[in-house]
């Protein structure tokens, strides 16, 4: 694979040892339905329809042979079904749902380029259809639905440790993108969540080759400005990002220079009402490469999966990250963490330590 920013290499995580939380309690690891084609790097989005998209990814070792190809998962059968074909081959892209039903995909590397091109999903068809392409080209950017429809497209980078501050705003309504001025920071590998009150937290990510920022700022959709908000305590790209059920965010893990070597199992809480980063439980494991690997399940208790060969919940209010019973079985990076609706969660895909992307799948459900 040839100019692409991911770093190819994990080593043993340490283990630490947490007393069970009741969910960690109720909740098993176990083998799903494998996927289609195997996938790392690729996207998982949930659609209004109560289904899984699964996009694009690398299909081959070495992150080679970028996939076009499209699935879509249904709980209620455990099952993957075609999704058509994607105009254009991606990994590291981004994808989110819009109010319609259907999902935007964006950006990404083609295996051959950082591409601009966006298209559209729609599940009653089965089809991708071209959208206007974005003013930049980016890669591990993130893509936030607003509460008014529109998507956030924020940062990513242009070229390997190219970071780009450059944001847009996509329209459902119109199907076109238009400029939504400069972060505070250039961000790749960052966390981006929509909050209760409509803005957006941006937080952490690559700023250089073998750097990452503790910085963060907040979009506020009403104004369209960017403003510095609290720092992480520590820097971190390769996170993960996501909102609690009682408004708080919660940054997990990461690296503070991107790479394998200084793997965090730390995380970090910021809260809304002051503004500040402050410790949150730690993991058993240290990880990173797990943006799209963690998910808030319907039960409120936050799952994270990924770069370790086991699979840990949070419940709020219990001191540390505790490890399900059943396992993975091998430490696969890139790999996507999906709440379903019905409490369980699906975990697909990623690659493992020899850089092999998986098809192999996973639930988390009550035992």
């Not at 503004?275 to 808030?296: C, D, M, N, Q, S």
């Not at 790999?335 to 996973?362: E, F, H, K, N, Q």
Request: with cysteine.
């Amino acid at each position: 694979m040839k100019a692409f920013a991911f770093a190819l290499w994990l080593a043993p995580a340490a283990t630490l040892v947490a007393a069970p939380s009741p969910t960690a309690t109720l909740l098993s690891v176990s083998n799903a339905t494998a996927m289609l084609s195997a996938r790392a790097a690729h996207q998982a989005t949930a659609t209004a329809q109560g289904l899984v998209l699964l996009s694009g990814g690398c299909a081959q070792a070495n992150c080679d042979g970028v996939q076009r190809s499209a699935e879509l998962f249904d709980p209620a059968t455990g099952r993957h079904a075609p999704a058509g074909t994607m105009r254009e081959a991606r990994v590291a892209h981004t994808a989110a749902p819009l109010p319609d039903g259907r999902v935007l995909v964006a950006g990404g590397w083609t295996g051959a380029a950082v591409t601009d091109s966006v298209e559209v999903f729609d599940p009653a068809t089965r089809r991708f259809t071209p959208a206007p392409a974005m003013a930049t080209p980016r890669m591990d950017g993130t893509a936030t639905p607003l509460a008014d429809g529109r998507v956030l497209i924020a940062g990513g980078a242009q070229r390997t440790n190219q970071p780009t501050a450059a944001t847009e705003l996509f329209d459902p309504a119109t199907g076109r993108l238009a400029p939504a001025g400069a972060m505070q920071s250039p961000r790749a590998h960052h966390g981006a969540v929509r909050l209760r009150d409509g803005r957006v937290l941006l937080v952490g990510g690559l700023v250089g080759r073998h750097r990452a920022t503790a910085s963060a700022e907040i979009y506020d959709p009403a104004s369209g400005r960017f403003t510095p908000t609290g720092s992480l305590r520590e820097p971190r790209c390769k996170l993960a990002a996501l909102a609690l059920q009682d408004g708080r965010v919660m940054v997990i893990a990461g690296s503070p220079n991107c790479e394998e070597g200084r793997r965090l199992a730390s995380t970090e809480i910021w809260d809304p009402a002051t503004g500040r980063f402050e410790p949150g439980p730690a993991l058993a494991h240290p990880r990173y490469k797990i943006a799209a690997a963690a998910a808030v399940l319907a039960s409120g208790d936050v799952l994270i999966a990924g770069n370790a060969n086991d699979v840990e919940v949070w419940t709020p209010g219990t001191p540390a990250f505790t490890t399900l019973r059943g396992a993975i079985g091998d430490e696969l990076s890139f790999s996507t963490a999906t709440a379903l609706p019905d409490g369980r969660a699906l975990i697909a895909g990623g690659y493992d330590p020899r850089i092999v992307p998986t098809a192999r799948a996973w639930q988390v459900a009550r035992r």
